[in-house]
């Protein structure tokens, strides 16, 4: 059921993202949490754009039509995948999951653009 849930979003996602190149530009550069513990870098390559984690781990994104949020499948920690929605909201990019409600809450992970 999960699954089915996240190809939904993905897909809907997927869709509204073949617009709004320029918006989705925002969410480029590097990161920070504010205490620094931890970072995310969100670079273009051709046409896609990735997610650097700070363990130098790269996802690709699929970013929504207005460049708001951009979700992403994590794999390579561990058993299994995960998938998580970046979310940006004035100067700040929100970490969210995808909870066993099947709704998309806010993680701790709070990043602000570094300058």
Request: aromatic share 14%.
């Amino acid at each position: 059921m999960r699954r089915i849930a996240f190809l939904t979003v993905f897909f809907i996602m997927l869709l509204t993202s073949l617009a709004g190149a320029d918006e989705k530009d925002n969410l480029l550069g590097v990161w920070v949490l504010k205490d620094n513990a931890n970072s995310i870098k969100i670079i273009k390559e051709g046409d896609l754009y990735f997610v650097i984690e700070f363990v130098n781990q790269k996802h690709e994104l699929f970013i929504s039509g207005d460049g708001t949020r951009a979700i992403f499948m994590e794999y390579g920690k561990g058993e299994g995948w995960d998938t998580s929605m970046l979310q940006l909201k004035g100067k700040t990019i929100t970490r969210m999951s995808f909870s066993e409600n099947y709704e998309w809450e806010p993680t701790q992970y709070v990043f602000y653009k570094k300058q």
